[in-house]
């Protein structure tokens, strides 16, 4: 690809609405609302000896903000200039815009950066997943640019090919019908259309669980140089293979966890009703937390792998 992934990485994330909707996520969608929690509560257990930090990817300011309001300074580095200037009115808005420093950069470049710049270096949210085929060397300079612990999460393989086969699953996460948000509006308005046009392609689902990409190299590069706006080939990855990938960059104490696995087996009717009742909502991201970093179901998350390890 190139530096296709980053081309089409900054046409697609550069929409003017895209800092918009990012920033409600968390109120249209539960498996994001889950995915979120997760990380938050990681990382403010994770903050001892952290007094600088990275954050890749870090869109509407999701976790660089958070981090900031704990008294880490953090440079808050995306592709996206929509996502960053969002980001920057969040951060004015609760006071610690003077704790991040905005960087409009893409990941596939970081040797602005030195060797061990930061303490915690992260990157939420599938950032990494966007950038391939180069996500392995992207992996490689987070790790270069990290002093004691890094944190990330990426696209996972084994929860995101069930997509493949339920293409109304979005429809599950639903938290608000009513939500304006266009995605929330186009699931609900296709969701027979989408039914009615499945079929099960035993082939399709192969091939994305061999190879980890959803979306075609070919057409997705052709659909770009005809100036259209198409969405980024994204690498998914086996729990097992970011384990090896980050043993070889020399990260030890490596941690995984699937955000979404026991949310996942639950119907939307039930999700709804939990998140709607402040105690059982904040009872049960407690208890996801706890179900979903058990190793024997992170690869099985929805569409996040989530890990961390320290730099030796
Ligand atoms: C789904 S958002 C996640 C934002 C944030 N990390 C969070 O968890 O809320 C993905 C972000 O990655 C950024 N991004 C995508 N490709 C990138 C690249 N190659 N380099 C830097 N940022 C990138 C996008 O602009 C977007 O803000």
Not at 57 to 85: E, W, Y
Not at 198 to 213: D, H, I, P, R
Not at 222 to 251: Q, S
Request: with cysteine; aromatic share 10%; net charge negative.
């Amino acid at each position: 690809m190139d530096n296709y992934s980053e081309k089409i990485s900054e046409r697609m994330w550069n929409q003017p609405d895209k800092g918009e909707l990012e920033a409600e996520r968390e109120k249209t969608f539960i498996d994001d609302i889950v995915q979120k929690a997760h990380i938050e509560r990681e990382l403010l257990q994770s903050l001892d000896g952290i007094s600088t930090a990275f954050d890749g990817g870090a869109g509407c300011g999701r976790f660089s903000i958070l981090l900031a309001k704990h008294g880490v300074r953090v440079t808050h580095f995306d592709i996206s200039q929509p996502m960053i200037n969002k980001a920057r009115e969040i951060a004015e808005r609760e006071g610690v815009a003077d704790r991040i420093t905005f960087v409009k950069g893409a990941l596939e470049d970081l040797s602005a950066y030195a060797d061990r710049s930061f303490d915690l270096v992260m990157s939420f949210d599938s950032p990494i997943s966007y950038t391939y085929p180069n996500h392995e060397k992207v992996i490689g300079e987070l790790v270069r640019i990290a002093k004691k612990r890094i944190m990330f999460s990426v696209s996972s393989r084994l929860g995101s090919v069930p997509y493949l086969s339920n293409p109304i699953q979005k429809n599950q996460f639903i938290l608000d019908k009513n939500s304006k948000d266009s995605w929330v509006q186009w699931c609900l308005s296709s969701r027979e259309q989408m039914i009615e046009g499945f079929s099960f392609s035993k082939e399709s689902v192969v091939k994305a669980y061999e190879t980890g990409l959803l979306g075609d190299v070919e057409e997705t590069k052709e659909a770009y140089d005809r100036g259209e706006v198409p969405w980024c080939v994204t690498y998914h990855f086996m729990p097992d293979e970011l384990e090896n990938i980050l043993k070889k960059y020399g990260v030890n104490n490596i941690t995984f966890a699937g955000p979404g696995a026991y949310a996942r087996t639950i119907p939307n009717e039930i999700l709804v009703k939990i998140m709607n009742d402040q105690k059982q909502r904040e009872d049960f991201l407690e208890f996801c937390h706890m179900y979903d970093s058990n190793p024997y179901v992170c690869g099985m998350g929805k569409d996040n792998l989530f890990v961390k390890g320290e730099r030796g």
